[in-house]
């Protein structure tokens, strides 16, 4: 197997707690040809020292002041990269060990590839239940489907070849409104400039949910996905896109007010922006699950 080097690029901002697990999941590779690049937000916490206590030389530290915006701190892992391909791990998450070896036999069985992700584990702290995240699939006009239908990637589990982002001059949005969904806007762009992704359905990393970053999925992250949709909306100048986002978000608004008098109210402002989404998301979800 050719060894190409990957590097890998982890954010970090007051993490101390979970950051030793996640760097120790990069150094426990079977694969061994990588770089990590660890840009840390100017933790008030221990963070750096549990860097440094690694003593690898293939942990490369960047300390920044990202104001909230973790797309620069994501940016800046991105202009300081050496390798031909690009993974991507959040402080908090984790990788099996032999995540890395099992990408690189996709990427060196194909040319044909830019993104590769795998399936993830999605381990909440409160109750230590753990559920299969199952990602993808890739369908026809992926880019729309992205657009109308939401994410269907994970960041700690997507791999990307570096050349195909720098070709198209893509970087991570550093826009506020996109705050936690620069990643979406990321697969949304890369799908728009006819980028390959390959689905594994291998499980071969860990998304974990603990109360640092519950608040953050529940409230920004709902709002911030929505907004890159409605960006290449804008972009496209597509009426029929824009109606579609909006029924999708009153809609999932509705699902998660289940059985509240509220939910009655937001499905009938999804069905007053499009009738017939709430048939296309129920219609694409089932497509999606015999896919996957």
């Known amino acids: 197997m050719k060894e190409l080097l990957v590097s890998i690029i982890m954010p970090n901002y007051n993490n101390e707690k979970y950051l030793a697990r996640s760097v120790k999941s990069v150094i426990d590779q079977s694969y061994q ?12 916490d221990n963070s750096l020292k549990v860097l440094q206590g690694f003593n690898d030389k293939r942990i490369k530290i960047f300390t920044t002041d990202n104001e ?13 990269s050496n390798g031909e ?19 690189f036999k996709i990427i060196n069985s194909s040319d044909y590839y830019d993104v590769v992700v795998h399936n993830e584990y999605k381990i909440d702290d409160k109750n ?25 990637i994970s960041l700690s589990a997507a791999t990307v070849r570096k050349s195909f982002l720098k070709y198209h001059k893509i970087i991570f949005s550093e826009r506020r409104d996109h705050i936690t969904a620069e990643d979406y806007d990321l697969w949304i762009n890369i799908a728009n400039n006819d980028g390959k992704f ?8 860990n998304y974990f949910i603990h109360q640092n970053n519950q608040s953050i999925i529940n409230n920004l992250h709902f709002n911030n ?18 109606s579609k986002i909006i029924s999708r978000k009153y809609l999932l608004l509705a699902i998660n007010n289940f059985l509240n008098v509220n939910s009655l109210i937001l499905l009938f402002k999804s069905l007053r922006f499009s009738p017939f989404y709430i048939f296309l998301f129920i219609s694409n979800k089932i497509k999606c699950k015999f896919y996957k």
């Open 33 to 44: 040809n990588w770089e990590l690049i660890v840009i840390d937000n100017r933790s008030s």
């Open 128 to 152: 230590n239940q753990k559920h299969i995240l199952k990602y993808g699939p890739y369908e026809k006009n992926f880019y729309e489907k992205l657009i109308i239908f939401g994410n269907r």
């Open 225 to 242: 996905i929505i907004n890159v949709s409605l960006h290449y909306a804008k972009l496209e100048n597509n009426k029929n896109y824009y």
């Open 85 to 103: 391909w690009l993974s991507f791990l959040d402080s908090d998450d984790w990788w099996e060990p032999k995540k890395l070896e099992e990408i």
């Open 198 to 205: 390959y689905f594994c359905k291998k499980i071969l990393g």
């Open 68 to 80: 909230g915006i973790i797309g620069k701190s994501r940016n800046i892992g991105l202009k300081n």
